[in-house]
């Protein structure tokens, strides 16, 4: 290791990162440090999967009382203590994050909890003041929620902001339809609050199934959700003031008539916020005007690379700020590496482990892997839930002629007691190969389903495999091996 400090040194203690120094320092004997600036564990483990999974499975109670008693059992139905929960959920998260560190420790990484920023090819700097030098770099920094470019956007909150409310808001009013949208409104209504979204696009879940976004779509429309379609935030302001300030639109300053005023806060949109003022009123593209306790944007994460000298070393960032690399996760500098969301490839957290782990095996095993990214599962924890791997029935048409099998259904546990839930199992099957390209599931545990699934797509399955499974009876996921006759074709 000649003239170096380290062999490597990973800036993100994230999942990601984590895993890249645990095995590169105790599989492959190197000299390893790692730096981070806020907690160990990074997105998914502090602010994402974990806490929100956490969520899901709390608000997830609501219905039990009734179902129970449906079923004969004499309950009395409570009201949700958002303090002691948020109290256990810290706990836990502490718990976790003290296995990291522990894990970083036992594998003989050297911990740094500063900022560390690129100061070379082979160079880096910490917030203490320190520079190191090493002969890999690993950015593995991960992402941050995003603001619109709206006046007053300070205001509402994000979705690392969700776990550090001191209370549950009584109205809140979620903007976007994506995973983290739609997750979070489910939770929220789950646990009481009167939720209300707005989508600008046609339906939810863009880039997911038509039929299972839309059965997603109907299932949280029947829970209390109050979700709208093809409408967006035009202008809020603290409830009772005056909106002279707030200009309908998002385009130019001059366009809008900005004062210097809402630029500087507008410009302040990305501060942390961990407990946004008052209630917010609200104008929407459909002419309506409210004031929500709350105001939630959930409108896309960006790539953490913001100030941290890649580009003036040589590294190539494209235009969301994402780090540029190649299938080996290398980039233009032949020493800096990055895996996980600050790369915007496939942005989830069993993904940027893979990603870890092949760099340790590509730069210090010495056999050059690259990360499959084709036919990831994954899952939705919407309520019901979607599980999905594969092509979706739209995205599979584009390419050939295909059979749909499909099937929806009433869950004979939640049926019983009354309710009105329906499930969807989805196969999309090759013509010519007759191989499963895609596998959708909407139901209660879906995300558990998916997992098992995505092995027979993943290694090749044709729709006869499923066929000649035998189901297991009764349960809901029997439905993706008896399905016999497709429904569409073309």
Known sequence: MSGFDYDLFVIGGGSGGVRAARVAAGEAGAKVALAEEDRYGG???????????????????????????????????????????????????????????????????????????????????????????????????????VRPDLPNAHLGIVSDDIFHLDALPKSLLIIGGGYIACEFAGIMNGLGVEVTQYYRGAQILRGFDDEARGLVAESMRESGIDLHVGTNIMEMAPAGADHALSHAGTGSDAAMGATAQDRQVRDSRDAPQTAAGGPVWVKSTNGAERVFDKVLFATGRDPNTAGMGLEEVGVSLGRRGQIVVDGYSQTAVPSIYAIGDVTDRVNLTPVAIREGMAFVETVFKGNPTKVDHELIPSAVFTQPELGTVGLSE???????????????????????AG???????????SKASRKVLGCHIVAPGAGEMIQLAGIAVKMGATKEDFDRTVAVHPTMSEEIVTMRSPMRTG
């Not at 309710?419 to 099957?429: E, P, Y």
Request: some cysteine; charged content about 25%; glycine content about 8%.
């Open 43 to 145: 997105t998914c483990v502090i602010r994402g999967c974990v806490p929100k999974k956490l969520m899901v499975f709390a608000s997830e109670y609501a219905g039990v009382v009734e179902d129970a008693q449906a079923y004969g059992w004499q309950l009395a139905q409570g009201p949700f203590d958002w303090t002691s929960f948020r109290t256990r959920l810290n706990a836990e998260l502490d718990r976790l994050e003290k296995v990291y560190r522990s894990l970083l420790k036992g594998s003989g990484v050297e911990t740094f909890d500063a900022r560390a920023t690129i100061a070379g090819p082979h160079a880096v700097k910490l917030s203490t003041g320190e520079e190191k030098t090493a002969k890999h770099i690993l950015v593995a920094t991960g992402g941050h929620p």
């Open 394 to 416: 739209e995205a599979a048409r584009e390419k050939e002629e295909i059979e749909v099998y499909c099937t929806s259904f009433r869950p004979m546990q939640t049926a019983f």
């Open 419 to 429: 309710r009105s839930d329906r499930a969807l199992m989805k196969l999309i099957v």
